[in-house]
């Protein structure tokens, strides 16, 4: 187990006493589970606010801030008529035998190195950001004196970076979008500093690398929540020492370590993931890529090996190549994936269009040089070169573009229909809508400037078992037109590949499938105090959490009951309303895990106004900045109190 507790002690240990950080008697006050932008975003906030020393020192367990949602007097409402389904006994033959003498500070828990923490997958992506990217190190590193409490860098970990080289490039970027990998460079700077600042308190605080939690199970005694118990297990050198427990690996160069640690508070950012479409055609799977690889060097030469594969094989059969890169989703990492085709995968040097001519033309017109025609060819230097069509988008929805107001939503002659407007600020789309690159190459495509790729909104993709992501059995051009596949296996094998659908033929030429529908939450499996499993509410794969971050309890499974010895806090009015039919039941969300949060991608933090308001957009609240503002505040106002919402600075 790779831990990191250099530095001096805190100020608060005590030298009469053996307390070990993170055990059943020391339990930490808060375990981050996932040290990448939205993890460290919350060591970011401590340390703004002047609340790092505070969360990362030992405290006695009566400070009520410190369990925020463990020791509030007073039963847990739930949501009206819910029983609590019967259980049964405690399978762990032992029993916890007394309340944590005292809590430790932080610790974060991170699968990957020490030299990566702070920046995750953002340092690997080759694509540019979305947002400005100057606002990456004003979100980080702005002086705000005049917030309650009030927000400084200076004097804390993080101050060097006020004079670092990679604050100054990006900076200099000014209000422009830039390059992604610049930014997780950046964060991941911010990480150091983050590793610095909890490593300032070896005896109450640590960071584990090259770790993940195995498990999360909830500690209960005499019928009250007591903490956290992590399972964690990590990859360590066979030659390390350790007192958990080894098991040799198959290959026999490393070894499994385990061990448990102990947490009043957890909070989640492990991020989302995504997962491989499991085609009706299993063909189809052996040429799809996610989009999430495809957005990396790895992915770019991926995709440049199975194109110079397929059009080598064209050539030597003397057959017209006719595949191309099929995209499918219409979000964000759609329109990335197209952009890294035409721009990083495409190797032809003359692509770039003439002024005022249509992509498609000029895209034609440069074909004669090349070796042989299709939507994707060599030319004559035996280079990739993207021609009509070359990748096309398949997506269900109608785009959602943000813009910064109705005006130049309606200069671009945006569908009213896919508008949703922000009623504070009138931006539209502001969660959700493709900006960047993305939003320029779609305003290309629809205005016919960029031949090369095509958008077909279609009704469903064939998945396996006769689903549909989508369902229907109709797909459509989006100009009102459809086809149906309903009679193509009637007719003989000519008239049958004439009714083939649209869908499908594009599948069937694809050269690669792009997957980019989204992604799911990479969720530790959590356990009750008996060893039964919590289920948690999910929503198109991604966790749900209510408007202070908590996960919440899966009606289905728990019949909208608290666990046992979970208690609200006063900060949840909405809990205690619903349960009395009282005024603000209606802002009632459902039934909290308790003393369990979730943060950045994955977690589904709800949209809202800076008032408080819902946003009214079926996106989700998402990015840096909402996880370095709003995100980590919600934290740690559960861990800390409500003196954390004091700042201003949410807005």
């Known amino acids: 187990m790779s831990s990191s507790s250099s530095g001096g002690t805190s100020s608060t240990a005590s030298s009469s006493e053996n307390r070990i950080a993170g055990s059943r008697q020391h339990p930490f006050k808060l375990a981050i589970v996932g040290g990448g932008p939205s993890g460290c975003s919350i060591l970011v906030r401590a340390a703004r606010t002047g609340m790092l020393a505070e969360l990362c020192q030992f405290s006695s367990n009566d400070q009520s801030a410190s369990t925020t949602l463990s020791s509030s007097s007073g039963s847990c409402p739930s949501s009206p008529s819910a029983k609590r389904p019967e259980r049964p006994a405690p399978t762990s033959p032992t029993k916890e035998s007394s309340q944590p003498k005292s809590y430790a500070g932080v610790c974060v828990v991170d699968a990957g190195t020490m030299d990566r923490i702070g920046g995750g997958r953002l340092q690997d992506y080759i694509i540019n950001s979305n947002t400005w990217i100057n606002k990456f190190a004003t979100n980080v590193l702005d002086e705000k004196p005049d917030n309650l409490p009030p927000e400084t860098m200076k004097g804390t970990p993080f101050d060097s970076l006020l004079n670092a080289p990679i604050t100054k490039q990006v900076e200099d970027y000014g209000n422009k979008t830039g390059p992604l990998r610049l930014v997780g460079h950046f964060l991941r700077d911010v990480g150091q500093r983050a590793v610095a600042a909890v490593q300032a308190y070896p005896s109450s605080s640590k960071f584990f690398t090259r770790t993940k939690v195995e498990s999360l199970h909830r500690v209960v005694e005499d019928g009250k929540f007591v903490c956290w118990r992590l399972v964690l297990v990590s990859l360590a050198s066979a030659g390390s020492s350790s007192p958990t427990n080894r098991q040799p690996s198959a290959a026999g160069a490393e070894v499994v370590e385990r061990q448990e640690i102990y947490a009043l508070h957890v909070a989640l950012a492990t991020g989302g993931h995504q997962t491989m479409p499991t085609f009706a055609n299993a063909a189809y799977r052996q040429k799809t890529v996610l989009s999430d690889v495809v957005c990396t060097m790895e992915g770019v030469e991926l995709l440049k090996t199975k194109i110079h594969r397929y059009l080598r094989t064209c050539s030597s059969h003397g057959t017209v190549p006719s ?45 004669a040089a090349s070796t042989m025609s299709g939507p994707i060819t060599l030319n004559a230097q035996n280079q990739i070169k993207f021609g009509p069509s070359g990748v096309c988008i398949l997506h269900r929805s109608a785009v959602r573009v943000y813009y910064a107001s109705r005006a130049d939503a309606d200069h671009d002659h945006y569908p009213e229909s896919s508008i949703v407007v922000n009623r504070v600020t009138g931006n539209i789309n502001p969660f959700g809508g493709i900006r960047g690159d993305a939003k320029e190459l779609w305003r290309a495509i629809r205005s016919t400037k960029e031949g090369r790729v095509r958008l077909l909104q279609v009704k469903s993709i064939p998945l396996a078992n006769g689903a549909t992501a989508g369902g229907g059995a109709s797909v459509g051009t989006g100009s009102g037109s459809g086809t149906t596949a309903a009679g193509a296996a009637s007719a003989g094998s000519t008239a049958a590949a004439l009714k083939q659908s649209i869908v499908d033929k594009m599948l069937d030429e694809a050269i690669a499938i792009v997957w980019a529908a989204g992604y799911a939450t990479n969720l530790v499996p959590l356990f009750d105090h008996d060893g039964r499993p919590i289920h948690v509410r999910v929503s198109k794969g991604q966790t749900e959490v209510d408007e202070h971050a908590n996960l919440l309890l899966s009606e289905a499974h728990h019949g909208g009951a608290p666990l046992e010895g979970f208690q609200p806090a006063l900060t949840l009015p909405s809990y205690a309303a619903a349960a009395a039919g009282a005024a603000g039941a209606a802002d009632f969300q459902g039934v909290p895990v308790g003393n369990l949060y979730g943060s950045g991608l994955g977690y589904g933090l709800r949209a809202t106004l800076d008032n408080g308001e819902p946003d009214g957009a079926s996106g989700r609240a998402d990015g ?28």
Not at 334 to 357: I, M, Q, R, T, Y
Not at 631 to 651: D, I, P, Q, R, Y
């Open 323 to 367: 595949g191309r890169v099929v995209v499918i989703g219409g979000s964000h990492s759609a329109f990335s994936a197209a952009w890294v085709c035409l721009n990083l995968v495409n190797e032809d040097a003359s692509h770039k269009l003439p002024p005022g001519s249509s992509g498609a033309a000029a895209a034609t017109a440069s074909l």
């Open 624 to 651: 840096v900045a909402v996880y370095l503002k709003r995100g980590a505040t919600l934290v740690l106002a559960s861990v800390l109190g409500n003196k954390v919402l004091l700042s201003s600075s949410l807005k």
